[in-house]
Nanobody, 115 residues
């Protein structure tokens, strides 16, 4: 089993920055893929960015150039640096890990961007 805990959410003004963290614990091993998803009120959960064990990254078009995903395999941690935040980035952000065909989720962290 793997446990994921997100942190770093909060309230920020439009144009500001936040850095989200996801700490993984339990039976973590490589390879695995870690992802950030988000879900706004009354909307479906959507993929924000993903990163493989080797560091390959993929971004949703709506965050390209503004968000940066990274990970520290030694610490079993993943990060999301969010810059130039917009009100439409307001959502609960979830950490996700896929490992050996098992899918794990964190509880989410709220990000609110005021205009």
């Amino acid at each position: 089993q793997v446990q994921l805990v997100e942190s770093g959410g909060g309230l920020v003004q439009a144009g500001g920055s936040l850095r989200l963290s996801c700490a993984a614990s339990g039976s973590v091993f490589s390879p695995n893929t870690m992802r950030w998803y988000r879900q706004a009120p009354e909307k479906q959960r959507e993929l924000v960015a993903s990163i493989g064990s080797g560091g390959r990254t993929v971004y949703a078009d709506f965050v390209k150039g503004r968000f940066t995903i990274s990970r520290d395999n030694a610490k079993n941690a993943m990060y999301l640096q969010m810059n130039s935040l917009k009100p439409e980035d307001t959502a609960v952000y979830y950490c996700n890990m896929v490992q050996s065909f098992q899918n794990y989720w964190g509880q989410g962290t709220q990000v609110t961007v005021s205009s």
